[in-house]
């Protein structure tokens, strides 16, 4: 009877010590963690596009299996940081359709980025490759951004 004692108080004396230890952890871990860098969202609006000078578009192709003709866009708009901070690498997704509600971007969502978004409302605008086949009035739906507060490319 007095073993079974001793053994359970020798469980309860570990068990404090592991309580504590993982408690000195857990503090030192909100002390010690340096600061993340966070995704700060970018509401993107005002979204329009309009196709590319000749200049920029000429002899555009679209990739995947095999090349193709293309048609290039300029797809523009506005950005709003809402922080009073500079957003960096904010890569931009959406959903492009044409006049068939056929996906421009199979299976692609992200579109491009802007290297830099000031705080407030700023302009942007993204180059995008549409084949050929695809039929105008494009649709642009579901347009957002997201960045960084500190540079993460170099």
């Known amino acids: 009877m007095q073993l079974r004692r001793r053994s359970i108080a020798a469980c309860r004396q570990t068990s404090l010590a592991v309580t504590l230890i993982t408690c000195v952890f857990v503090v030192l871990s909100w002390v010690l963690t340096p600061s993340a860098i966070a995704l700060t969202q970018i509401r993107l609006f ?29 797809v523009n708009g506005k950005a709003d940081n809402a922080t009073n901070k500079l957003v960096y690498d904010a890569d931009i997704f959406g959903r ?59």
Do not use: H
């Open 46 to 74: 005002d979204i329009s596009y309009e196709v590319c000078p000749d200049d920029i578009g000429e002899g555009a192709v679209t990739s995947g299996g095999s090349p193709m003709a293309a048609n290039c866009f300029i």
């Open 96 to 154: 492009i359709y044409d006049a068939n509600n056929d996906p421009v971007m199979q299976n692609r969502t992200r579109l491009g980025s802007i290297a830099e978004v000031p705080p407030g409302i700023s302009n942007f605008e993204l180059r995008i490759s549409v084949p050929k086949n695809q039929p105008e009035p494009l649709k642009l739906k579901q347009f957002k951004a997201a960045g960084f507060g500190a540079q993460v490319r170099k």
